[in-house]
């Protein structure tokens, strides 16, 4: 470890050494999505937005070799992984579990998937509950992606393949078409095949996604998108814990068949139109749908003895169909913007669960239902010897149709009280119409339904958010806001209703006190405090139907950007403390302290060194009283190498020290093992005017 650290140094004195003068950078990602949507020209940076955000770009997303929305988080201050029992992308934002608080382009993308980034323009991670930008949800924060569309006015091609040295491997495609004025078409595409550290991991990626603009006059655009994308994997739980810990000793043994796989199809439409009416008001209207179809079965650790390991699965299907309509309007005045907007959702939801089923033949134990004991190193034979037929279709758990329908108007103004001050205020209302058909399962082994019952339940909200900006030069922020957003008891996935579905929906509430700071040497700087409050409906046992969830508060830290014309950093840091009901006991999954932190030499113009680090503290797995995830350090490089304008080779080392490591659980015995050193080698090539 000690040589890896002098290499380092060695080289960054070295790049320093042959360092010449660069042109200046273009700074990128300062703007949030729903800002440039809704608002005039020109859009509201985020030194004005009184909330704390962080924005990865697609030039990030390659110079740190990030493949998947787990890469990314692990470089954002306040937000964890947790495992998402190896079939979905699943965070931790401000001490809040969330499989379903994605976006794309605004719109909704709660299904459990996970993400690619081949047509990602910029990533951006909003903190704290506020319904007022997105809708309900976003109970911790949430996650947009936004997509590369159509330009006009630009004509290039670009290719990206890569290969590491697990035996993945990728290429990607960006094209863009100039037709003539006023019509544009792009075309990006990509196609990856999975592999890391652990045996019988593998999979297989691909994802295709046209779009178009048009410009219809000088003040009317309609952009069009079309996406389809066709995923498989292998579904990876992790290992036991024993003693209090990951067991070491164990974290080569990948648990289950080659029968844990998870399936995603699906094919995705969005249409948006953006006309200026006048000089200070502007329409947008959008409208999305989308179809996934998803599938995913698998065995796992249970229970473990300190020899054995009782195997438990199941084989899960849904069906989800969404379809969008937002629209609002925008109306700038001398001193201040004024968005009113509508947004109608309607989803169409199937899911159906099936229990692993095991046989143990020549058995005296024969049909032992849903679990069986095996040893360490064999899976389809049990501990005493016997075989085990496994199937995942005669034992069905549960089977729900959901419909569900969602009608929310919101306002939204920033006002300019004076020179200095800036408020931001708004509300939205939203009424959440949920009907859940569940059906009643024959008793016993069976895969039949002998009938069903539909349970609707209406709930409507307000969502405040109000937010003070003081700003003494225009370079700098202080604010003070409020926001709140909300989740019915229908749950973020809505397949059946709580124990609780009797009581009003869950409330968020967070309070943030923040200071940021633009250098003029190119650095931000901000920094915050926040409290937030999770508000149960339920019976608190003395009379009352309300009881505090959860509380959390904190400070994180943030500072990036350019130096100079040489060197930039990304740095962030969050502790927090944070309690469980009543504001007893600890919270899992939300390590106290975390930071991360990236740094980039630009020698020349052909070369260009990074250094990253990240920290995570050690945190609860399932109860206080339980085992605890250990804290890591991990260590990662990048060099990029330009031989010219158009051609890039970048090489990335994740876990530059190969450092045992265990990022996140899903539950008691389910720890997933973190990568082990690996290398990846990528090409871009970029034609221009081709």
């Known amino acids: 470890m000690k040589n890896i650290f002098k290499i380092i140094v060695l080289v960054f004195v070295t790049s320093t050494m042959l360092a010449q003068q660069d042109e200046e950078l273009e700074v990128k990602g300062n703007v949030l999505f729903k800002d440039q949507v809704n608002s005039m020209n020109p859009p509201v940076p985020i030194l004005n937005v009184p909330q704390t955000v962080t924005i990865i770009t697609d030039e990030d997303i390659l110079d740190q070799g990030f493949r998947a929305i787990a890469d990314i988080v692990r470089y954002v201050p306040g937000v964890v992984t947790t495992q998402g029992e190896g079939h979905r992308d699943a965070l931790v934002i401000r001490g809040v579990r969330t499989t379903a608080d994605f976006y794309q382009d605004g719109m909704r993308d709660d299904v459990q998937y996970y993400r690619s980034l081949y047509n990602v323009d910029q990533v951006e991670v909003l903190k704290g509950p506020n319904a007022l930008l997105f809708g309900r949800g976003g109970t911790g924060g949430l996650m947009n992606r936004v997509s590369k569309k159509a330009l006009l006015g630009e004509t290039f091609t670009g290719l990206n393949v890569g290969l590491d040295s697990f035996g993945a491997g990728d290429y990607a495609i960006d094209g863009n078409l100039e037709v003539n004025d006023s019509v544009a078409f792009r075309l990006n595409a990509h196609s990856d095949s999975l592999a890391n550290h652990r045996d019988q991991y593998d999979g297989q990626r691909f994802g295709i996604n046209p779009t178009m603009t048009f410009a219809v006059d000088a003040a009317t655009i309609i952009d069009l998108s079309f996406e389809y994308l066709d995923h498989e994997r292998f579904i990876d739980r992790g290992i036991p814990t024993a003693n209090g810990a990951p067991v070491d000793a164990l974290n080569g043994i990948t648990y289950g068949t080659d029968g844990n796989i998870h399936t995603t199809e699906a094919s995705i439409l969005r249409g948006s139109l953006v006309h200026n009416y006048s000089d200070s008001g502007k329409i947008n209207l959008t409208l999305a749908a989308n179809d996934f179809n998803k599938m995913y079965q698998n065995l796992y650790v249970n229970g473990f003895d300190g020899t054995n390991v009782e195997l438990k699965g199941y084989n899960d299907v849904t069906l989800r169909e969404t379809t969008t309509i937002s629209f609002s309007n925008v109306n700038e005045f001398d001193r201040g913007t004024l968005t009113v907007g509508l947004d109608i959702l309607d989803t169409e939801n199937q899911n159906t669960r099936f229990n692993s089923y095991f046989d143990n033949q020549n058995s005296a134990s024969s ?43 919101y306002l939204s103004g920033n006002i300019d009280l004076s020179d200095q001050w800036i408020m931001v205020l708004g509300a939205r209302y939203e009424q959440v119409d949920t009907s859940i058909k569940k059906y009643t399962v024959a008793s016993g082994r069976s895969a039949q339904t002998t009938g069903s019952a539909t349970t609707s339940r209406d709930d409507s909200n307000v969502s405040p958010r109000l937010g003070v900006i003081y700003k003494p030069q225009d370079n700098m922020s202080l604010y003070l806001s409020y926001s709140e957003s909300f989740i019915p008891k229908s749950g973020e996935q809505y397949k059946s209703w709580g124990s609780n579905a009797v009581f009003d929906p869950d409330v968020y509430e967070n309070t943030e006190l923040g200071f940021k700071y633009d250098m003029e040497s190119g650095i931000s700087f901000a920094i915050s405090y926040f409290d937030q409050q999770t508000l149960k409906g339920q019976e608190d046992g003395v009379g009352g139907s309300e009881v505090i969830g959860m509380e959390i508060d904190g400070f994180e830290i943030g500072i990036a950007g350019q130096i100079n014309e040489q060197n930039s950093i990304n740095f962030g840091l969050t502790s927090v403390d944070a309690t469980a009901s009543a504001g007893t006991g600890k919270v899992k999954e939300v390590p106290e302290l975390t930071w991360s932190l990236w740094y980039t030499h630009q020698a020349n113009d052909l070369f260009g060194l990074s250094f990253g680090a990240i920290y995570q503290d050690e945190q609860i797995i399932k109860s206080e009283d339980g085992p605890l995830l250990p804290d890591f350090t991990r260590i990662d490089m990048a060099m990029t190498i330009t031989p010219t304008e158009t051609d890039t080779v970048r090489i990335n080392i994740e876990n530059l020290g190969n450092e045992t490591y265990y990022p996140h659980s899903h539950s008691t015995h389910q720890v997933s093992v973190g990568e082990f050193q690996n290398v990846r080698i990528s090409y871009q090539k970029v034609f221009n005017n081709f």
């Open 367 to 409: 049909g032992v239902a849903n679990s069986f004991v095996a040893t360490n190193t064999s899976f389809q034979i049990d501990k005493d010897g016997n075989r085990t037929a496994l199937d995942y279709t005669s034992d069905i758990k549960t089977k729900a149709d959901t419909d569900l329908e969602v009608t929310s108007l």
